[in-house]
């Protein structure tokens, strides 16, 4: 099909040329609406310095834009007193602006699968296909990462042993049945849906991921060919081939950590890593024709949300864990000690509302200065890696990109620390330079201090908000609705929070009190869904909903509890057909949706 794509030069790095279905689809990353070319018309975009752009087809004399209609020209170009063109008053800008948005916050892990686990298969197609019919058009994960599994964090996807590579956890073992890489008669026996208990979950599923990643390596074919392509694509052998040597390594060393292996080893002595690759040759091929399957899996997944109109947002943790490759690979770049390895200075935040001695991450802090130094090369590898799996990303803890919070190792809390300068504007502009975008979305949550927000606006990222975040203090609160900002993303609460019902049953009268006030609420019998429909509401372009609230859940469902290291992550949506059975939701979240102008506009920006 013949199909062209011009772009304007201040929008060239925001409107990318995707080639999803025969080069037949666009992308405007600027606008991030979805739809298809159906006719052989020119696309144009032009935009403005507030990078909002308007997209249109020209067919004939007449310019239309993406919803149908009209675009006329510029007047910036007419001087006072001159004739306006006859089409002036059909300028629109209600009809060009960026659409109003909602969708879920759900981890890949608790989707329905019936091994224990959330898997990337059928069940995560059924619930895209809810989401559609839902009328939402984005959904948010957490990291993709595999838990660090020595980490004690009990499945946490933010405490993973590395920054790039995916959960092998997720992949569905149906689907490698399926791909010929497994017989039926492997599978195990299947398991109700309940809180997934990791360590039970990797004893069944590993050795089944081990069976399918050796077929396949001894395979011959189309699906062998995929997996070496995969391996040798640049932007993906720079980080896996030191992901796979550093868990061939730690899987043969009795050592929690990387800097009590043999020295020659932690100190990447080059005869020694030779000489690992060779010992653990059979490891590392396997260990990577896993990462393929995962890769497999999730891009078809992702290619099945945006033809079905949805983004994905993902979740980068702002530091990675110190047993990690990442860390091994890179010294120079973290804070650690020269001869040993080990970390000097380690991540956290001073006291807060989850925690009155403040919170110990404990990853060794990154070497900035260091970093700066060659443009924050390992930044730009992990965050084009994101862009890879994700559409955007939100970047947790993003006000440690303006000051962070330092303690030494060894400290028993994060009380005594100190902020730090963080890298600034001239780390985003070293991403830009090389990715051409960024499409990020900012948490900006906890203490924030007025270089934060500068930050954030400098970079033109949506920060965020939180409804039960709102009540109990004043007018000025950021978190009410009064005080939202169209450039945001509002949460009745996020993954670290309570469930809106467990919130409601844990505050006080008082503030209770308040919310009534504030809603104006007759009754609390239904709060989930008053505080979902007040989201809904905001002036903010993005609201996610986590499912738990869509579902009226209290807080034996909540996610995570920060500063509890265990019994975390666990929740599951429910067995395998529940979105089928969730049809009232489905339609009085739509109904909400197209109330408050949240649903996707009929015809959409071509991609």
């Known amino acids: 099909m013949a199909s062209s ?21 666009f992308v405007c ?34 310019r239309m834009n993406a919803v149908g209609a009209p675009v006329v020209a510029p007047i910036a170009r007419y001087a006072p007193g001159d004739d306006l063109p006859e089409d002036y008053t059909e300028d629109d800008p209600t009809k060009t602006a960026l659409e109003r948005r909602a969708g879920i916050l759900m981890h890949p892990t608790s989707l329905p699968g019936p091994y224990g686990i959330g898997e990337l298969g059928d069940e ?38 590395d920054a790039n590579c995916g959960n092998t956890l997720l992949i569905s073992l149906d689907e490698l049945v399926k791909w010929g890489l497994l017989d039926r008669a492997d599978l195990p026996r299947k ?7 990791f360590d039970a979950v990797a004893k069944v599923k590993d050795p089944l991921l081990i069976k399918a990643g050796k077929a396949l390596i001894k395979s011959d074919g189309g699906l062998k060919e995929e997996m070496e392509k995969f391996r040798k694509t640049p932007s993906i052998s720079a980080w896996l081939e030191e ?24 100190d990447r002595n080059p005869k020694a890593l030779d000489a690992a690759r060779k010992k653990y040759k059979d490891y590392i091929d396997v260990f990577i024709a896993q990462q393929f399957l995962f890769q497999r899996q999730w891009k078809a997944i992702h290619k099945y949300a945006n033809e079905s109109g949805i983004r994905i947002i993902g979740d980068m943790p702002i530091y990675v864990g110190g047993h990690s490759a990442d860390v091994w690979a890179n010294r120079s770049s973290f804070m650690l000690d020269e001869d040993t390895g080990e970390p000097t200075m380690v991540s956290g935040v001073p006291p807060d509302a989850f925690s009155d001695v403040g919170q110990l991450w404990g990853s060794p802090l990154y070497n900035w200065r260091a970093m700066a130094k060659d443009n924050y090369k390992w930044w730009v590898m992990r965050m084009r890696r994101a862009y890879d799996l994700y559409d955007e990303f939100r970047i947790d803890h993003f006000r440690g990109l303006a000051g962070y919070w330092a303690v030494k190792a060894g400290e028993a809390t994060a009380l005594n620390g100190s902020w730090k300068v963080g890298p600034r504007e001239p780390f985003f502009e070293a991403i830009k330079k090389n990715l051409g975008k960024l499409d990020i979305i900012a948490e900006d949550l906890g203490i924030i201090t007025s270089d934060v927000v500068a930050l954030r606006r400098a970079i033109k990222a949506p920060g965020m908000a939180v409804l039960q975040f709102a009540f109990g203090s004043d007018p000025q609160n950021p978190h009410l609705p009064h005080n939202h900002e169209v450039d945001q993303v509002v949460y009745p609460g996020t993954h670290d929070n309570d469930t809106v019902l467990g919130w409601w049953l844990r505050i006080t009268d008082e503030e209770k009190e308040a919310v009534k006030q504030y809603l104006r609420l007759t009754s609390d019998e239904d709060i989930s869904w008053e505080f979902i429909g007040a989201s809904l509401s905001s002036v903010a372009r993005t609201v996610i909903v986590p499912m738990q609230d869509v579902l009226s859940l209290d807080n034996s469902a909540r996610m995570n509890t920060p500063a509890v290291q265990a019994g975390n992550w666990g929740w599951r949506v429910g067995e395998t057909g529940v979105f089928i059975k969730l049809a009232k939701e489905k339609d009085r979240l739509r109904a909400l949706l197209k109330y408050y102008n949240r649903l996707a506009r009929k015809h959409y920006c071509p991609i």
């Open 5 to 25: 794509l011009s772009i304007s030069p201040q929008l060239s790095s925001n409107c990318l040329k995707s080639n999803l279905q025969r080069a037949e689809k």
């Open 29 to 62: 990353r600027s606008c991030s609406q979805f739809g298809r070319i159906l006719a052989p018309l020119k696309l144009s975009c032009r935009g403005n310095s507030s990078n909002i752009a308007v997209h249109s087809v020209v067919k004939g004399k007449k």
């Open 124 to 161: 995560a197609l059924r619930f895209l296909d809810w989401l559609k019919a839902a009328g939402c058009t984005v959904w948010q994960v957490l990291p993709l990462v595999p838990p660090g599994r020595k980490s004690g964090e009990d499945g946490s996807p933010y405490a993973g042993q």
């Open 191 to 197: 398991i109700p849906v309940n809180r997934i208990d």
């Open 243 to 266: 992901a796979a040597l550093f868990a061939a390594i730690d899987s043969n060393i009795d050592a929690n950590c990387w800097w009590e292996w043999p020295s020659e080893l932690r």
